[in-house]
Each structure stands twice: as structure tokens, then as C-alpha cells.
């Protein structure tokens, strides 16, 4: 079975750091594009990151300079480190595969994690 | 960025009726680029169509998207009480974007 399992959040206070991990199984990251995916408490979703599966990574405007993300291909888990937390930051934060359709990029997220939650409060 | 508005913002049907529910883009989406999800409370997202119109695996015949450039529809028909939900659609052109949801009540 593809899945993805996060782990990483808690409480930080503001300007601390924390790193989330994800771990896959059934499938390997590192042939896949994975991202993180960001949901504040009764809001929407946030894209956060991707890390491509050539290990190229972008980012959201609001998070640039300050996450990055990574990965492992020999443990397969994909990483990020989150840097001068802001209170704004404070989410659920959900590791997903961008589905690939016979070899083309599909741009759809088909497995998601059950998320991490980060508080970033003083 | 694209900014991708959705609606309505909340929709309250009965069983067995129709759901209709429009994401309307700011600029064209790229090669149709549009998927739509399933959120329910304290889950994570669940991915039902995928390139404005495709159903992802599992998904069930009632789901069905269309549209494209700037206008998508996702219509649910008989609508069943387990489909209550909050619905994301988002677009994956430079930087993804998501709308901002509507929730479907039955």
C-alpha cells in the first residue's frame, strides 16, 4: 500500500525552528515530485514546497528564505525544515505525491498523510 | 499566481439531488492543470478528479468534473449524507494555488 506518514510537529516559540519528516512507503520519493501542504486551523489549504524528483525545489512566497526541504532517498522520507517560525505558520502540515500519469506530471496530489500540526506560539 | 475563487460558499441540498459547484481562475490553467478534493473534519484531503475532468481511483461514477482555460465544474449527482464535505479545487501551473473551499451540507 502507497502511504505517507508525517511526524515532526509540536509547539515552538516564535523565531524557533522545527524539522517535519515524512515517511513513504510503497512507492520511492525519489521518483516522485513531493510536497508539503499547509492548512491553518478553519481555513484553507496552503501549497508550501515540492522537491522534484531530479531534486529540484520551490516555494511558496510566504515561507522562501525561511523552509527547506529535502529528502532522503536511502531512508525514503522527504524533510522540512521550517526556520524563523512566525505565528502565521501555525497549521496542519500534510506531506503529498504528485500523481503521475503514465509518465506525465498530473499536477493533482493523490496521497496525502493524516498531517502534522504545528503550533508556533509563545 | 493564480487565484482560483470559488462557489458558493456553502450549499445545502437533500439527498438524492445535484450538487453543482464552480472554480472560477484569475488566467488560463494550465494544461487544464485543475483537480478538485474531498475534505471532511479532522481528515485529510481526498483526491477526486485530476486534469478537470478524470476521476482519480476509487471514485465513484457521481463525481464528475468539467471545464477548462479559466472555468471548472465539479457536479455531484445523487448526492448521499457521506458526501457532506468541504471541496478544494486547485491548479498546478508555476506555484500551485487552492480555492478557498465550499461546503456542501446534505
Known amino acids: 500500500e502507497e502511504q505517507v506518514v508525517e511526524s515532526g510537529g509540536g509547539l515552538v516559540q516564535p523565531g524557533g525552528s522545527l524539522r517535519l519528516s515524512c515517511a513513504a512507503s510503497?512507492?520511492?520519493?525519489?521518483?516522485?515530485?513531493m510536497t508539503w501542504v499547509r492548512q491553518a486551523p478553519g481555513k484553507g489549504l496552503e501549497w508550501v514546497s515540492v522537491i522534484h524528483g531530479g531534486g529540484g525545489t520551490y516555494y511558496a512566497n510566504s515561507v522562501k528564505g525561511r523552509f527547506t526541504i529535502s529528502r532522503d532517498n536511502s531512508k525514503n522520507m522527504v524533510y522540512l525544515q521550517m526556520n524563523t517560525l512566525r505565528g502565521e505558520d501555525t497549521a496542519v502540515y500534510y506531506c503529498?505525491?504528485?500523481?503521475?500519469?503514465?509518465?506525465?506530471?498530473?499536477?493533482?496530489?493523490?496521497?496525502w498523510g493524516q498531517g502534522t500540526r504545528v503550533t508556533v506560539s509563545s | 499566481e493564480i487565484v482560483l475563487t470559488q462557489s458558493p460558499g456553502t450549499l445545502s441540498l437533500s439527498p438524492g439531488e445535484r450538487a453543482t459547484l464552480s472554480c472560477r481562475a484569475s488566467q488560463s490553467v494550465s494544461s487544464n492543470y485543475l483537480a478538485w478534493y474531498q475534505q471532511k473534519p479532522g481528515q485529510a484531503p481526498r483526491l477526486l478528479i485530476y486534469?478537470?475532468?478524470n476521476r482519480a481511483t476509487g471514485i465513484p461514477d457521481r463525481f464528475s468534473g468539467t471545464g477548462s482555460w479559466t472555468d471548472f465544474t465539479l457536479t455531484i449527482t445523487r448526492l448521499e449524507p457521506e458526501d457532506s464535505a468541504v471541496y478544494y479545487c486547485q491548479q498546478y501551473g508555476s506555484s500551485p494555488t487552492f480555492g478557498q473551499g465550499t461546503k456542501v451540507e446534505i
Open positions: 503529498a505525491r504528485e500523481m503521475i500519469v503514465a509518465t506525465t506530471r498530473s499536477g493533482a496530489f493523490d496521497i
Open positions: 510503497g512507492f520511492t520519493v525519489s521518483g516522485n515530485y
Open positions: 486534469v478537470a475532468s
